[in-house]
């Protein structure tokens, strides 16, 4: 077997792709989601937000016998392209082996939380499937880049927008000497990198545990020894601010806070939102009034072992020191909202009375991820949003 692996996918027919296939509901509002389920009853929807799991993998063996989902008769590699208005990333679905991931062939960057991981873990053992791909990137290749831009010359089996608002198309590649050279690079990278989906391949991890606990002749080489990867390059990854909401000043008035703020940072009142477009800056929406603030000083050399992120500046020398904000994975004080929702959703957050103060942050860069993935160190929470996601159920992979 190679590094990145071709496998009979598990697709839903064309006419059906955009009414089963769904991005992630941290992208979708409660109305989205009960009007979609009510108008698509084919849609991945109805099995991920069913409370009942015999209920739910009911509804999966229907999408099956009614032929809304096929499987496909032929091994083969999907390329996958993502677009938005003025973005757009390709890549390619194949499998890889998790003893890759335990070797550290394939790297996270962040912490896993058991109660997340087991949430997947019941979905996954519910359905004895993987709808959903593991986002993954990978070191920029020519070849690679080459080789996918001569098969996307062809119509697409897929071509449609999303709920999330971005065009989705698929290419399939089952020509034995394509697939052959798409493995063969990929065994040269032999490195790649989890962007989303950290608590989906320690789930499958798991699972494959379980079932290899069951099966008394188990080999290695079973379905569930694999899992679904959609592979990005490196460059074409896409990662948008991961912003913060403070719920109360600690008793300061807002002039107070202001002067405490001072103390490490020089603070300029804007006339308009402000995104910083430098690292040790930051955007602060307080009291109806957008300010640019910047870090005076350099911080204390090593203060976070490896790296200066934006994320871990803002904490240490205001968020902990002037509001008393705690651990981010626990304090209930700070909240965070997705770049992709735009600054005016912190103003809406802060107007509204929701949070008393919002804060607008640099992206994180992909090289601090590769950077802390090598070093084998997680990231502070909240770190990373990439934008545009797969969708679930585009290409679903089954371990029978």
């Not at 009007?35 to 229907?62: D, R, V």
């Not at 890549?91 to 890889?96: N, S």
């Not at 640019?292 to 240490?316: A, Q, V, Y």
């Not at 904000?325 to 909240?335: A, E, L």
């Amino acid at each position: 077997m190679h590094f990145i692996n071709p496998f009979k996918g598990l697709r839903p027919t064309e006419k059906n792709a955009s009414c089963v296939s769904i991005p992630s509901t941290d992208h979708l509002s409660e109305e989205i989601i009960t009007i979609h389920k009510k108008n698509n009853p084919w849609s991945y929807l109805n099995i991920f937000t069913h409370k009942i799991y015999g209920k739910a993998k009911e509804q999966f063996e229907l999408m099956k016998n009614n032929s809304i989902l096929i499987k496909d008769n032929n091994k083969s590699f999907y390329i996958y392209k993502i677009s938005t208005k003025d973005h757009a990333q390709v890549g390619i679905i194949g499998t890889a082996k998790l003893s890759a991931y335990d070797n550290l062939h394939i790297r996270g960057h962040e912490e896993i939380y058991f109660e997340r991981s087991q949430k997947r873990f019941d979905q996954i053992n519910n359905l004895n499937a993987q709808v959903g791909p593991i986002y993954v990137v990978h070191p920029d290749d020519i070849k690679l880049a080459g080789l996918i831009k001569e098969q996307i010359t062809t119509k697409p089996i897929y071509s449609f927008e999303a709920l999330d608002k971005c065009h989705h198309e698929l290419w399939i590649v089952n020509e034995e000497s394509s697939i052959l050279k798409i493995s063969e690079i990929f065994n040269k990278i032999n490195r790649i990198y989890i962007a989303d989906g950290h608590h989906r391949i320690d789930a499958l991890s798991r699972f494959a545990e379980f079932k290899k606990h069951q099966n008394p002749n188990h080999t290695g080489e079973e379905p569930y020894n694999y899992f679904m990867v959609a592979i990005f390059p490196k460059s074409q990854a896409r990662i948008l601010d991961y912003n913060r909401l403070i719920k109360d000043l600690y008793g300061y008035s807002p002039g107070d806070f202001i002067k405490q703020v001072k103390k490490n940072f020089s603070v300029k009142k804007q006339e308009s939102s402000y995104k910083p477009r430098e690292s040790r800056s930051f955007g602060m929406y307080l009291d109806k009034n957008w300010y640019s603030i910047k870090l005076k000083k350099n911080p204390e050399k090593n203060l976070f072992r490896i790296i200066n992120l934006d994320i871990n500046l803002l904490h240490e020398y205001l968020l902990e020191p002037i509001l008393g904000v705690g651990d981010p994975r626990y304090d209930k004080r700070i909240d965070f909202i997705a770049g992709f929702h735009g600054l005016e959703s912190i103003e809406r957050k802060v107007d509204s009375g929701e949070a008393k103060a919002g804060f607008s942050l640099l992206a994180t860069r992909i090289e601090d991820v590769i950077d802390f993935a090598d070093q084998k160190l997680t990231m502070p929470p909240k770190s990373t949003w990439f934008d545009p996601k797969p969708l679930d159920g585009l290409v679903a992979y089954d371990f029978e």
